[in-house]
């Protein structure tokens, strides 16, 4: 055998030994999950519990290797129903923090700055009662709104003074969208509906990825670190465990929101601090174009929340 023929038979036995699956690796990103609106998100279909939503995401991340997925709370919800109390204790108990959203969901730029301050400040006994000794200072502001032009400069004021961190979101394929329908289709058995509702949701999941990073490469040169949101509703607990299968594939890490955040990419300063996506916020403030085709985009929302109506 000559040496060149010895070196690829050496090279093909190298290959057979690692496995085909090396050649089609992705290149890794890290990602903090991070879930909105504990303890009530959305309708529940027919025969589930809150309890069992919440029970959903706690196995999803376990099987998943996910250690630290915060939970955004709205206090509100253990008013209105304090049996989903066993939905903050059970994500405790899991070992997730919770940080806060806001005691109604409240809109910054539609309230004054006072009733907003209120707002955020009457989660906080709840807060302080779960999480005990632990930080429970990170802040994800409802709707993703920071307040109107006259008042976002006070907003962010607040949240310095009174030790908050903001949770900043770069990756998100908007499940809010389908949390109703998927209900309201479940409950009419419109086993049609719900299969394009699937569909379209993991669609939905993969361009989320996809539009991150290119987004990332596009503004940044590299991939930062990400931020995903997602909310506590059934629809997305039911399908979390092919989510989290879908970022594997893509070449997910799973890091805590402190390790996401702590990339200097994550910058508070400019006067659009903490408005909408991070990723978008800035193309804009830095004029870059990402509507030109390049960039992965996502299903329009309207027909899906209008499924099943």
Not at 61 to 90: M, Q, R, Y
Not at 200 to 223: E, H, N, P
């Amino acid at each position: 055998m000559t040496f060149s023929r010895l070196l690829a038979a050496s090279a093909a036995l190298m290959v057979m030994a690692c496995g085909p699956a090396l050649a089609g690796d992705k290149p890794k990103f890290q990602v903090s999950i991070t879930v909105d609106d504990l303890t009530v998100h959305g309708a529940l279909p027919p025969g589930t519990t809150r309890q069992q939503v919440g029970d959903n995401f706690l196995n999803a991340f376990k099987v998943h290797g996910v250690k630290e997925a915060w939970g955004f709370i709205n206090g509100k919800s253990l008013i209105e129903d304090p049996s989903t109390e066993t939905v903050l204790a059970s994500w405790r108990a899991a070992g997730h923090p919770l940080g806060n959203h806001g005691f109604t969901h409240m809109s910054a730029s539609q309230n004054t700055v006072a009733a907003f301050k209120g707002d955020i400040e009457g989660n906080e006994p709840i807060l302080k009662s779960y999480m005990g000794d632990a930080d429970w200072h990170w802040l994800r502001f409802p709707f993703l709104n920071a307040g109107s032009d006259a008042g976002h400069g006070e907003i962010m004021q607040f949240v310095k003074d009174t030790g908050y961190r903001i949770a900043d979101v770069t990756i998100t394929f908007n499940d809010w969208a389908y949390t109703d329908a998927y209900a309201r289709c479940a409950a009419r058995g419109d086993t049609a509906a719900v299969a394009s509702l699937r569909e379209k949701y993991m669609s939905d999941v993969v361009a989320s990825v996809k539009r991150a990073r290119g987004l990332s490469q596009k503004i940044y040169g590299r991939d930062i670190p990400h931020v995903l949101l997602i909310h506590v509703g059934a629809f997305t607990g039911e399908m979390l465990p092919e989510v989290l299968t879908a970022f594997d594939a893509e070449g997910a890490e799973y890091v805590t929101l402190e390790q996401a955040q702590s990339d200097p990419a994550y910058d508070f300063t400019g006067p659009k601090a903490a408005q909408g996506t991070m990723l978008e916020r800035v193309a804009q403030e830095k004029g870059i174009k990402i509507d030109d085709g390049s960039i992965a985009s996502l299903n329009d929302v309207g027909p899906i929340m209008g499924m099943c109506q």
